[in-house]
């Protein structure tokens, strides 16, 4: 049974960082690229990071690009998302999700979340 798990969520204010981290078992894990994604209320889910099975490659959405930092410990079956400098527009519910083989693909932002395997999320907030 695969079971993936988000922890790390906070209320932080503005300017603050957060670490995410994802752990996920049951399945090949570095078999696996992997990615964030992240929910505000009344909003679609949007693609956030995606990182490939070895590491080697990583995509960011372009608002969090130079504050946000993909990673991945294989060895500990875990994904990481150091989140700096936070603004309000950083809030909803960020889920993990491994849906790709070995590689990001390249429309990841918008991959389904009825593909692959997904947490069931962790809550931050940023306040102004």
């Known amino acids: 049974q695969v079971q993936v798990a988000e922890a790390g969520g906070d209320f932080v204010q503005a300017g603050g960082s957060l670490r995410l981290s994802c752990t996920a078992s049951?399945?090949?894990?570095?078999?696996?690229?992997m990615g964030w994604f992240r929910q505000a209320p009344g909003k679609e889910r949007e693609g956030v990071s995606c990182?490939?099975?070895?590491?080697?490659?990583?995509h960011y959405k372009a608002s969090v690009e130079g504050r946000f930092t993909i990673s991945r410990d294989n060895t500990q079956n875990t994904l990481y998302l150091q989140m700096n400098s936070l603004k309000p527009a950083d809030t909803g519910l960020y889920y993990c999700a491994a849906a790709w083989r070995r590689y990001c693909s390249a429309s990841w932002s918008r991959t389904s979340a009825a593909s692959g395997y997904w947490g069931q999320g962790t809550q931050v907030t940023v306040s102004s």
């Open positions: 990182i490939s099975w070895s590491g080697g490659s990583t």
């Open positions: 049951g399945l090949p894990f570095d078999d696996y690229a």
